[in-house]
């Protein structure tokens, strides 16, 4: 099944970029990549997803290694609302995705 | 467009008993996937729907179990329910199948059980 590794926590200061790493060697040639992130007591929401190639969208960009092994999240200017546990998820080989713990953002103003 | 809706909020239920939880998609969406979430067990995917049909299943006993209607409403039922089935549980509408399109959560519905 397709696993992912991340950070248990990553500290950043307000204004500044974000990279949230994610390791993801098992990947499989068809998974794509989901980010989403969970602020306190609400639900998750999607932040982006990609296959191969860098995505960009409002919220954040998504850079994928050329081997596909890792990906990174990055948030362009961190703010406070930017707190998170950000997860990045990958499909086992029944097609569901598969949540790890993640990785818990902390901003520092 | 209205978000994913989830009944009720909260929920307080006896050991043994059983209940129902509904979901409500976002307008056009055709699958609905429910998930468990525990602090100490994280974020756990019970089922997706899809059409009408379960697509795929995580790994929970056949105590959890659901359904999708035609209008891609969905509801999940837990029976003979344990104290370890307190948990916030989540339910969240795609487009298609969750691999492949974006999520949209509801705000879960809290199970305690006593």
């Known amino acids: 099944d397709a696993k992912t590794t991340q950070p248990n926590s990553m500290e950043s200061n307000e204004e500044e970029p974000v990279h949230l790493p994610c390791n993801h060697s098992t990947i499989s040639g068809t998974d794509y990549i989901h980010w989403y992130r969970q602020l306190p007591s609400q639900g998750p929401e999607y932040v982006i997803h990609g296959l191969t190639s860098n995505v960009n969208n409002r919220m954040a960009s998504l850079a994928i290694a050329e081997d596909r092994k890792s990906s990174t999240l990055i948030l362009h200017r961190a703010t406070l609302r930017d707190a998170a546990v950000y997860y990045c998820?990958?499909?086992?080989?029944?097609?569901?995705?598969?949540w790890g713990a993640g990785t818990k953002l902390i901003i520092k103003p | 467009k209205a978000g994913v809706t989830q009944t009720p909020r909260y929920l307080i239920k006896t050991r043994g008993q059983q209940v129902t939880l509904s979901c409500s998609p976002i307008s056009g969406h055709r699958s609905v996937s429910w998930y468990q979430q525990t602090p100490g067990q994280g974020l756990q995917f019970l089922f997706e729907y899809f059409s009408e049909t379960q697509r795929n299943k995580g790994n929970f006993p056949g105590r959890f179990s659901g359904r999708q209607f035609s209008n891609s409403r969905s509801e999940m039922n837990v029976s003979t329910l344990e104290l370890g089935d307190s948990a916030l549980y989540l339910c969240a509408s795609s487009l298609g199948l969750a691999v492949n399109y974006e999520q949209y959560f509801g705000p879960g519905t809290r199970l305690t059980v006593t």
């Open positions: 998820i990958l499909s086992d080989s029944n097609y569901q995705l598969i």
